[in-house]
């Protein structure tokens, strides 16, 4: 007892000891950089935030347990570097550092956590570190900070705060991690701009080496050292662990006096309890059976948060010791029901690495399904998952598990099978009960256990299926003692198929037994075909498949593992050595923000401080795709707390219509609505959850009308089609398909995209209060549209209006038209109420309203010869337009068709479909990406015919002429299209890795490579203006047209800026895009905007110069400074607009021919894949690209903008997938059901190449436009993949020719690698069944 009381007086003295020290170096810090200043009281929870500018103590009198961390943050703190995202854990955006202080294990633990979950008030004696906390440009910037700007790792920015927070912890944990580590702490962190290989190239140089590679996993490799680099890896700041941010030390002896109680949290509609003790949390839950427990709140958050789920009490179990306990004994592991899934995973992972291989078959297994569960920072948060998000039972790891539950009335365990899941999302655990830990025992050394699961993406993703099997062996025979297989997927619970497990028990390991349980399972495996989530045939394959891996697996006795290293690695041309060494034109250099993006100073709109008075605006969509309205019924929402008004089309002063090239959409439904997401209204409310709920509550009376319908194929039926149609034609295509040794007729099916853009769309509407004039602070590609469209609406000349972009988090198209509207309608908020108003859309509304990329049918007729000559083709492409037409982008897809290839014969006509969807928009690529396509397939099924690689069609159909001629007439050189073709080829090694492939497939039943090679040729256009101004004091101010979204325009600008005036980038600085300053603006779209900018830049910019020549060369000692001066004092203007526009590019539509563009950008790309014929998973392998870009402005931002192009290209290829229930609704709203690329599917090694000697006197330097073209070679993985397809149904002597619409997802893939176990899954009853999802 004296000794227990001696140390409690020791740690006593020690902490405050502690605490003196933590108040001195913060005294002595803040003179150098003012780390550790922001404390945050709240009256019940206290939690520390670290900022690198404040001194303030905040004190949060009423937490809220329905505020979570992020809007905390972001507008209680006002630290706006924390980004939202999606709001439901899914993209990482708001990744922050927590730190804890352990009081089991007496240590503090940092971690990532996802801010748009973390409730405030679980956080209380926790440090909270933000981006802004760790560095600042206005102290210092932190190493991770610096080298992920200066590896160029950021474009728009938007996702930066939360890697950058992800590798900090990382450090914070372990100052020289692995690559593999770097891996696993970027997993959950998404990015839609760079391709993540930057990132990557930052980060790790954070390694000491990559030693300790885990051949599982998918590896980066240092830079290859090239003669010039992208970024000088020699001068980084060091990292240096001791100037790190230390834990608070009142925090900590908070943590060790804590007295025991429970926290009450009362906040306006939900309370929390957040018990001590063990004893009290049975009470509230024998008193409360209902109120659900959390820990991450990773399943009630999204609940409560993006679905409306309301629950008046939620227990907060996570501070109760006993639940947070890990103990290993005899038989094994037994961990607390409140750990977190990181915690479970380092136990393990610790082990395996200790104990013998046989006693942990079972946590290996486990391991390899937590690595791929959701991202490191859910991981943190979650505990142990029995279903997951979307309610399937999570079966993966179930054998011999046991739940210890515990109640009021005492203990039991349940072991983890079929009997523990009542229906879907449910378990037999009974309300009042409360699972206290799990047992997760040791192998037995006969025992051999796997885990399985197939989902959209390789990681960070839901399965379709996921399954848990285990067999005892008699021991040294191979007769089967027991068997138990589960699956999760294939009903509401958990199934054992139990015939299957029963009837093989005493039978040999053998082929016999295998066969005879894919036939047990073709019985006991039911999927019904409306099961939730459709794909009913796949699944059922699924679960015969995984039983056959499961099978070899046993049988082989040891786990597959293949691993690659991956090297990523660019190349590009070196400037001249005569070019000056400040001129940084052709020289990789920084984006111009990248520091302010990596320390989270940089704002989005979104960040800009509230207004006095400010409102917030949510929009009422169409919940039916074809209806009358009858009434709208704000009254009830017009009562909920802080409601203000409700505004529609009768509160439109001016016009209710947005127009674009004479096509009508208007701003709010009138009398009929015409898609589900459709804005009917708007509520206006003082905040944005009150409008968020308020919406909720508006009700409209619709009477539906027909017809509706939504797939390209109905509305050819319906003959709905938009105005006008396109037609090219070359030559006699009827005549030369009579001459053709051969007519192939077919079809491909391309579906759409969402944007996904890192930042939602939204607007701030601030009303000047006089001459009707209104700021709006907005999103925008096209300020100029947007501006006018909100003087159209509120009946106000365009002068009165004036639109501010700083910057976008990502745009790709998806900011042009829908942002205006949402302006306008915001806009009119604000005319109404007087007030300034904000709208910032959520995830699941964004993609719902704004929709994306067209769906497109390709439809064809094609004469070939036996060489694979293509003498005609007919193409008819149809898109999908949906409601209105948008952004039609059928031209741009008509005229890309010949792809670089010389069909003599060529016919393209474009058709876009209307349909009761959402309209679809511009998205990069604009219409080529799906006109490519079909050419492209068009190749391809030619060579499969013609039994010939695909490549060597592609070479002989080509363009080689000097001077060649597009279909249209448009005279080109393919001379560079022909070099990266080649290039291409012979830096892929085309011709050697081919032959390996086709090794590889001869020797590997269920594994199968596909390497495949695309060319390019895509074109761009030029349109732009822009301001300069010289200030007296010599810097320089460049204002454009064009808005900076993470392509580097503002960047360019500058180095054009600084090459014709001299002086160095440091002096000259670009604000932002603003309608009062460049008037008229084209957007910033179709790879066009340095074109147009940078020659505008240049020109206003000669302008200057050419007035200050006379004084340079009279004074030519003089300063630049003093030659400003000068020329003021000379009364000499020292602004000048710019404006460039190239030459008159059109097309006569009527002959179907004519200069549609201004130049031509050229390609090629090989990639290489790997499929599992028996889940339909992908990997890939290696994609090597040359690019021609002219001669590059920027290496370091071309290359940026090819990877990043690629990878979204990827995505739109496999993986991205929206799905549409036959009611028209979108089901994909967000990153949990919507796939984009995350790390991980980044190939193993990627090579980019820039095209050497490429010049392009048609645009600035020499250069080209870029952000688009790259695009489209994310095809070459579909057609590897494809190739690799065909290899495993020649093996079966299936055919080579096969149907496989785009994205070719796991399900594609799977079904289309035909054989015994997809014959055994019966496919849906036909007709009977409404499909769960449509292909539009
Ligand atoms: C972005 C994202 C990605 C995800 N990816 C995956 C994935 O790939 N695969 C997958 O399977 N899952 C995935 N999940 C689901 C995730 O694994 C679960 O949400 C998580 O395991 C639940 O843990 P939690 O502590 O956050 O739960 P909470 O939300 O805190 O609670 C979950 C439920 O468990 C109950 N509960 C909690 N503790 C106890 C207890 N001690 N006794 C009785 N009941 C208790 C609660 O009442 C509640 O009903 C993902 C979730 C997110 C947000
Ligand atoms: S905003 Fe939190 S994870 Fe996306
Ligand atoms: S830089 Fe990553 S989302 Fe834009």
Known sequence: MLTKRFFNYIYEVFFSFLLVVHWLFKFITSLFYKFFDRIIILSFIVFVCFSSLFSLQVVEKNADPEEVLLSFLRRKVGLTGTKYGCGGGGCGACTVMVSTYDRNQRTVVHYTVIACLQPIVTLHGAAVVTVEGIGSTKTKLHPVQERIAKAHGSQCGFCTPGMVMSMYTLLRNKPQPTMEDIREALGGNLCRCTGYRPIIDGFKTFCESEVGVDQNIILMSTIRMLPCELFPMDCFLPLDPSQDLIFPPELMIMEKKVSGDALYFQGERVNLVAPFKLSHLLELKAEHPSAPLIVGNTTIGPKMLLKGVYHPLVIYAGRISELKAVTWGETGLTVGAACSLSTLQKEVEKVVVETEEEKTRGYRALLQTLRCLAGKQIRNMAVGSLFDKQGHPAAENICNVVFLCLSSD??????????????????????????????????????????????????????????????????????????????????????????????????????????????????????????????????????????????????????????????????????????????????????????????????????????????????????????????????????????????????????????????????????????????????????????????????????????????????????????????????????????????????????????????????????KGEHEEMDLFVATQHAAFTQELVGMALGVDSNKITCHVKRLGGGFGGKVMKIASLSAITAVAAHKTGRAVRCCLERGDDMLITSGRHPFLGKYKVGYNNDGTIVAADITYYSNGGSTLDESIMDKAVLHMDNGYKIPNLRGRGV?????????????????????????????????????????????????EEQSYTHHKQPFNPTDMVRCWDECLERANYQDRLRAVQLFNSSNRWKKRGISAVNMLVICLVQGAALVNIYKDGSVLVTHGGTEMGQGINTKAIQIASRVLKVPVSSIFTKETCTGNVPNAAPSAASFGTDAVGMAVKDACEKLMRRLQPLMEKNPQNTWKQWVNEAFFQKTSLSATGFFMGPPTDVDWEKGEGQAYYYFTFGACCSEVEIDCLTGDHKNIRTDIVMDVGKSINPALDIGQVEGGFVQGVGLYTIEELQFSPDGVLMTRGPSQYKVPALCDVPAELNVHLLANAENPHAIYLSKGIGEPPVFFGSTIFFAIKAAIAAARTERGLGDAFPLSSPATAEKIRMACQDEFTKMASPPTDGAMAPWCLDV
């Not at 074809?626 to 802080?642: Q, V």
């Not at 015919?945 to 060597?952: D, Q, V």
């Open 410 to 767: 005492g203990m039991r365990s349940i072991p983890l099978d079929e009997k523990l899941f009542a229906d879907f999302g449910k378990t037999v655990l009974r309300p009042e009960e409360v699972l206290l830990s799990i047992d997760i025992p040791y192998t037995k050394p006969w025992e051999f256990v796997a885990a399985y699961r197939q989902a959209q993406r390789r990681e960070f993703a839901f399965s379709f299926l996921n399954a848990g099997m285990k067999v005892a062996i008699k021991e040294g025979t191979d007769v089967v003692e027991s068997l138990s297989i589960y699956y999760g997927g294939v009903g509401p619970t958990l199934v054992k198929p139990k015939l299957t497990c029963q009837q093989l028990v005493s039978r040999s390991w053998g082929e016999d037994l295998l066969s005879e349980g894919c036939r047990l399972l073709k019985e006991d495996v039911d999927v019904s075909p409306s099961i939730h989530g459709g794909r009913a045939e796949f699944r059922k394959t699924l679960a015969i498949s995984f039983f056959f891996k499961f099978y070899m697996q046993v049988v082989l006795e040891m786990r597959e593992r293949v691993g690659k290293l991956r090297i990523m690695s660019t190349l590009w041309d070196l400037v001249s050595e005569a070019q000056p060494s400040a001129d940084l034109v052709g020289r990789p250099s920084m984006h111009q923000s990248a520091f302010q993006q990596a320390t989270g100073e940089a704002k989005y709109y979104d960040d800009l401080p509230l207004v006095q008075g400010e409102l917030f605006i949510f929009m009422v969509t169409s919940t039916r795709a074809h209806a009358k309205i009858i009434n709208i019924d704000p009254s009830e929402a017009l009562k909920m707390p802080g409601m203000v008004t409700f505004v529609s089309a009768g509160d439109v002063p001016g016009a209710n219509c947005r127009l674009w090239f004479n096509n009508p959409e208007e701003l709010f439904a009138e009398e009929e609505v015409v898609c589900v997401g459709q804005i009917i209204g708007a509520v206006v409310a003082e905040s944005r959850e009150q409008a968020r709920r308020a919406a909720k509550e508006v009700h409209v009376t619709y009477h539906d009308l027909q017809p509706v319908f939504f797939t390209i194929e109905d509305a050819i039926r319906h003959e709905s089609y938009f105005e006008p149609k396109r037609k090219v034609e070359r030559g006699d295509v009827d005549e030369a398909l009579k001459t053709a040794e051969h007519i192939l007729e077919d079809e491909i099916y391309m579906g759409g995209q969402e944007h996904f853009y890192m930042e939602t769309q939204g607007v701030i509407a601030v009303p």
């Open 912 to 960: 876009v479909c209307k349909t009761y969807l959402p309209s679809y928009t511009a998205f990069r690529g604009f219409g080529g990406p799906q006109g490519l396509m079909v050419m492209e397939s068009v190749l391809h099924e030619v060579a499969v015919r013609c039994g010939l690689p695909a490549e060597k069609v592609r070479d002989i159909n080509m363009y080689r």
